[in-house]
């Protein structure tokens, strides 16, 4: 195609999507993305054959960018539903102990660390700090089961040490542009702070890939951590005003596009958007750690690219 049809093929393009904004997302509307698809062949012979002026072609490129969903095919899809983790998929415990509640999902408890604070006058002591602390856990328990106990997986067990951190992945063929959905809830008790991960790992061992650390309690803190050589480097950190560690319903989307265009929603509110092209290459492995407190995921959907 000559170097004036496609730059005239272009700016007919771009003069739709912006004389006619569309109202649908591609995620929402085929016809959308049927469009921006085509855009984007246009904007990539244009950039090919340099058909139009830099500002021209990052203008097209970013107009495809803003209405473009790659995030077409799914990878994987849980919600524990079945009552176990070890099918379809195949989720394996590296530490800690898992076990599956019918209302709230894959559930996690680790006790490492309870915060401490100054005693003064007019506080309790120590030992009667303790035993309140032990008596409001066990009815906090007592109050997330669903009638008829906990259901429990074949292959969990309670017998590991709660002080260790609770590990879970499952492999996958995960494309390098990825979308991730995860609907979650953190049961703590008062003074106890959450801190949990959610990584997307390269290779076995885990030392290449990303790690979105969420931690909860006094400060509420969302960061994304580079994993290379296995060690870990920080790319965005957020501290956030709302605490999902209340107890009730969340949902994490944690996006990335073939551009290294990063996007990470809480409850449908941009927490952080960033461009990071550290990898090319596709992820093996998705890994649940949880270091402190107490997570339930009750869902969660990997989107990938053709």
């Not at 550290?278 to 492995?285: E, K, L, P, V």
Request: cysteine-free; overall charge negative; proline content about 5%.
């Amino acid at each position: 195609m000559p170097r004036s049809l496609i730059l005239s093929a272009l700016v007919i393009w771009a003069l739709l999507f912006t004389i006619h904004p569309l109202p649908a997302a591609a995620a929402e509307d085929p016809a959308v993305q049927d469009m921006v698809d085509e855009l984007r062949e246009l904007t990539e012979k244009s950039r090919g054959q340099r058909a139009a002026d830099r500002w021209l072609q990052q203008a097209l490129e970013d107009l495809v960018a803003k209405y473009d969903w790659p995030w077409r095919r799914e990878l994987l899809s849980e919600d524990f539903s079945d009552g176990e983790y070890t099918s379809n998929p195949e989720w394996k415990v590296s530490s800690g102990a898992f076990w599956i509640d019918a209302s709230l999902g894959l559930r996690s408890r680790v006790e490492r660390r309870v915060r401490t604070e100054e005693a003064s006058p007019g506080k309790t002591s120590e030992g009667e700090e303790d035993l309140g602390r032990a008596l409001l856990g066990a009815l906090l328990n007592q109050a997330l089961k669903p009638e008829g106990g906990e259901k429990e997986s074949s292959t969990a067990s309670r017998s590991p040490s709660r002080e260790e951190p609770a590990r879970i992945h499952v492999g996958a063929e995960i494309t390098n542009a990825f979308s991730l959905e995860m609907a979650f809830s953190v049961h703590n008790a008062p003074r106890v702070d959450g801190h949990f991960e959610v990584a997307l790992y390269q290779d076995s061992r885990g030392d290449f890939g990303y790690v979105l650390v969420m931690q909860t309690g006094r400060e509420v803190l969302l960061d994304l951590i580079r994993l290379r050589r296995g060690r870990r480097e920080l790319v965005y950190g957020a501290r956030l005003e709302a605490n999902p560690g209340d107890g009730r319903p969340h949902e994490l989307v944690w996006r990335q596009a073939s551009d290294g265009q990063v996007e990470v929603l809480l409850d449908g509110e941009a927490t952080m958007r960033i461009r990071d092209r550290a990898f090319r290459d596709g992820y093996r492995w998705l890994e649940l750690v949880n270091q402190n407190g107490e997570l339930a995921v009750r869902n969660l959907t990997l989107m990938g690219t053709p």
